[in-house]
């Protein structure tokens, strides 16, 4: 089954958010209606890279790594254009997910937090094409109602 993060995020906002094993479900379940095999891990690692969805922790840690964590969950991330994958508008009916509202303030701040860190590796390691995507990303964040001007300027200061 050929997806792109776009899709992934319109499978995640049809449920609001999502654990990683919902989400691994939900592909297995549209896998199966489609006739196809389900995309490998890459896929929502892809997604998550991108900012096309973000993993937060509904407690409010920021800290923790996003693949320790079971109770994580995923949100269309700011980068995102959800787009719905053929058959994926049956999986509220298919699958047995509880109602969650995402905790917008939490959600912003795992983006930022995160966005940080990739800026101070991308910084660190001068590494162009990562500086060039990540001030794409700052945009978006941007969108979302974080002032990201003091991360962009450290971004646009490796390409100067």
């Known amino acids: 089954m050929d997806?792109?993060?776009?899709?992934?995020?319109?499978?995640?906002?049809l449920f609001g958010t999502l654990?990683?094993?919902?989400?691994?479900?939900?592909?297995?379940?549209l896998a199966y209606k489609q006739g196809a095999e389900p995309p490998g891990p890459a896929v929502v690692e892809l997604a998550l890279q991108r900012y096309v969805l973000v993993a937060y922790d509904p407690e409010g840690d920021v800290d923790s790594p996003l693949d320790d964590d079971?109770?994580?969950l995923l949100v269309?991330?700011?980068s995102a254009f959800p787009s719905l994958p053929e058959g994926a508008a049956d999986l509220p009916h298919i699958m047995d997910v509880p109602t969650r509202i995402a905790d917008r303030e939490a959600v912003e701040r795992a983006a930022e937090a995160r966005f940080r860190g990739?800026?101070?590796?991308?910084?660190?390691?001068?590494d162009e094409q990562l500086v060039r995507r990540l001030l794409d990303v700052s945009y978006d964040l941007?969108?979302?109602?974080?002032e990201m001007a003091d991360l962009r300027g450290r971004l646009d200061a490796v390409l100067d």
Request: hydrophobic share 40%; net charge negative; glycine share 8%.
């Open 3 to 13: 997806l792109d993060p776009d899709d992934l995020a319109g499978v995640v906002d």
């Open 19 to 29: 654990t990683r094993d919902e989400l691994d479900r939900a592909l297995e379940e």
């Open 70 to 72: 079971p109770d994580r």
């Open 76 to 78: 269309p991330g700011p």
């Open 118 to 126: 990739d800026v101070a590796r991308a910084v660190a390691d001068e």
């Open 142 to 146: 941007d969108a979302w109602g974080l």
